[in-house]
């Protein structure tokens, strides 16, 4: 079965930094793209980037370009999706989904993971 | 702001049919037949249930289909069952910048 399996929660205070984490089990890892999402409390899904895991080739929406970074260890099947100073406005749900088609046309993700909640507050 | 639009809500008795629409533009829907449908009940993960506009997604029941006409993507949940209570998100390909664009969301009420 293909499952992504995410980091638990996370409360955090304004000005930190965080990673967290989706390890992908039931398929070769390496050969699909992983993408990530946000979920603000109440409100739709956001696509925030996308990567590759074979070679770490990632793509950022322009909304999150430089506010996040995307990254991959091949080598235990996870991706990872970090923050270098985080801000109340960060808090939300993030999912990770596996990228489901030959081509990044397709706009088909998944399974998707369980999510993982952050708080920001002081 | 969604870049693509639904309507916040829909209804309909069990067994009975219900559609969404989800409106775009000429860059986005218009533009690609890639449209998918995501199905998220509350506090769970969203799931595929429709990609690439008409195709049904493993596993889900062919009381979903999804058509597409111009700008505009709509899912039709046919046979309402209780457990199709949930919100309904579309989303498209949006080229090589914007890359994949949501819809707000429609909330599926079985009365």
């Known amino acids: 079965e293909v499952q992504l399996v995410q980091s638990g929660a996370e409360v955090k205070k304004p000005g930190e930094s965080l990673k967290i984490s989706c390890q992908g089990s039931g398929y070769e890892f390496g050969g699909w793209w992983i993408g990530w999402f946000r979920q603000m409390p109440g409100k739709g899904l956001e696509w925030m980037g996308i990567i590759y895991p074979h070679n770490s080739e990632a793509y950022y929406s322009p909304s999150f370009q430089g506010q996040v970074t995307i990254s991959v260890d091949k080598s235990i099947s996870t991706a990872y999706l970090q923050w270098s100073s985080l801000k109340a406005s960060d808090s939300g749900m993030y999912y990770c989904?596996?990228?489901?088609?030959?081509?990044?046309?397709?706009?088909?993700?998944?399974?998707w993971g369980q999510g993982t909640l952050l708080t920001v507050s002081s | 702001q969604s870049a693509l639009t639904q309507p916040p809500s829909a209804s309909g008795s069990p067994g009975q049919s219900v559609t969404i629409s989800c409106a775009g533009t000429?860059?986005?829907?218009?533009?690609?037949?890639?449209v998918s449908w995501y199905q998220q009940h509350p506090g769970k993960a969203p799931k595929l249930i429709i990609y690439e506009v008409t195709q049904r997604s493993s596993g889900v029941p062919d009381r979903f289909s999804g058509s597409k006409s111009g700008n505009t993507a709509s899912l039709t949940v046919s046979g309402l069952q209780a457990e199709d209570e949930a919100e309904y998100y579309c989303s498209s390909y949006a080229g090589s910048i914007n890359t994949y664009v949501f819809g707000p969301g429609t909330m599926v009420t079985v009365l």
């Open positions: 989904a596996r990228f489901s088609a030959p081509t990044l046309t397709a706009n088909r993700f998944d399974p």
């Open positions: 000429s860059s986005d829907v218009g533009a690609y037949n890639y």
